[in-house]
């Protein structure tokens, strides 16, 4: 795939095999704030991940071309970290669980994964889950706007990624990095999924 090669969404949608995947992700023209397409790619290679079920041999490429895409379309303004999160922490659980730990390697590596977690979020989840819990808390009588839904959808994106999370601890070597991925874990009741009438 040339970089003459059409990048239109209906090409990509077209892709099956995941070295043509691969070459496309490293093209230096991959479009800017064009959501659908980014959609397009990372809808391409979860089917491809999704192989592993069937025992497809080329499910372990698709699962960190996955995470290579969400990455870029975050990083490129395509996708939010509300459209990335979850999948990326989804994606990084099934090849640890399917594939193997593999130290260094930023998909399959838990103590890298949970990592990255505790760097954007920190150690703590008291704060993140107070803040959750005031985005969506709406006195009685007060209307309901679009920011409202696109805050109902961060916490689902994040209660999504906490619960993948969980999966990936169950490979941590680490103790102190187990203790505070649990202490999130722990916290996802806290978490809530719904409006909020404070008092």
């Known amino acids: 795939m040339s970089e003459e090669f059409p990048i239109d969404e209906r090409r990509v949608a077209a892709i099956s095999a995941v070295d043509d995947m691969a070459v496309l992700l490293q093209r230096s023209d991959l479009p800017e704030s064009r959501p659908s ?57 099934v090849a640890i669980q399917n594939f193997g730990v593999q130290k260094g390697n930023e998909v399959r590596d838990p103590h890298l994964v949970a990592s990255r977690f505790i760097e954007e979020f920190g150690r703590s989840p008291e704060i993140v889950v107070n803040r959750l819990r005031e985005a969506i808390s709406v006195p009685r009588g007060v209307q309901i706007d679009e920011s409202y839904y696109v805050r109902i959808k961060w916490i689902s994106t994040f209660r999504q990624t906490i619960e993948a999370l969980a999966r990936v601890a169950e490979f941590l070597e680490d103790e102190t990095q187990r203790q505070i991925i649990d202490d999130w874990c722990n916290a996802l009741d806290s978490i809530p999924d719904r409006r909020i009438y404070p008092d």
Do not use: N, P
């Open 37 to 93: 397409w980014w959609t397009t790619v990372i809808s391409v290679c979860t089917s491809g991940m999704s192989g592993v079920d069937v025992g497809e041999e080329d499910a372990e490429r698709w699962a960190e071309l996955l995470v290579r895409a969400l990455d870029k379309a975050e990083c490129q303004g395509g996708l939010g970290v509300e459209d990335t999160l979850h999948r990326r922490m989804m994606a990084c659980a």
